[in-house]
């Protein structure tokens, strides 16, 4: 299903782009950093005993039912992502304004994630703009219409599952194009 293309102009307290695009600084991903745009994924040192003590289990968010948009199936998918120069320009961000979403890596050498939170009237807030740096065994879930990058895999071609839930209709994603920004060395 392809996304819909929103011609949404963004309030922003960014200056109009001079010379080149304005820098992006990487930062490590913490549980705290990430809280205001989704849920940090990794197993780290919880979990429980499963099946018979074979396995452990990482129960990592529960969403309430009511979450769910009527309509909506539950999808997963991979994807296969070419790795990227973190040099790159960022020009667009996109959102899935219907449900929340699950990337985790299936290996990789590590992925950034560049995220923003929305203005009142659905526009991105460009002044929240942030870029987090995760391994290749941290994995998140986005807020609802959360804006965000596509998946930047760094230094290896990766796989991701990913898991939404969709109605079908060009609304499961909207993308907007942005004042380019380039990611700046991690601090």
Not at 32 to 38: H, L, V, Y
Not at 117 to 142: E, H, K, R, V, W
Not at 144 to 163: D, K, S, T
Request: hydrophobic share 40%; aromatic share 6%; net charge negative.
């Amino acid at each position: 299903m392809p996304c819909r293309k929103v011609d949404m102009t963004p309030r922003t307290e960014i200056e109009p782009e001079t010379t080149s695009p304005r820098p992006l600084r990487v930062s490590p991903v913490t549980k705290a950093g990430f809280e205001p745009f989704g849920w940090l994924v990794e197993t780290g040192d919880s979990g429980r005993a499963a099946n018979n003590g074979t396995a452990r289990r990482h129960d990592l968010h529960a969403h309430p039912a009511a979450d769910v948009q009527p309509g909506s199936r539950f999808v997963t998918s991979i994807f296969e992502a070419k790795p990227q120069q973190p040099t790159a320009a960022i020009t667009m961000l996109e959102r899935h304004v219907n449900s929340v979403q699950l990337i985790m890596p299936l290996g990789g050498a590590g992925h950034i994630v560049i995220v923003s939170q929305s203005n009142p009237d659905g526009t991105p807030d460009l002044s929240t703009l942030a870029a987090f740096a995760f391994s290749a065994a941290q994995g998140m879930i986005y807020r609802r219409g959360l804006w965000h990058h596509p998946i930047m895999a760094i230094g290896a071609e990766a796989r991701f599952l990913v898991q939404s839930w969709q109605n079908g209709t060009e609304a499961d994603c909207e993308i907007l194009a942005i004042e380019a920004r380039t990611l700046a060395p991690m601090a």
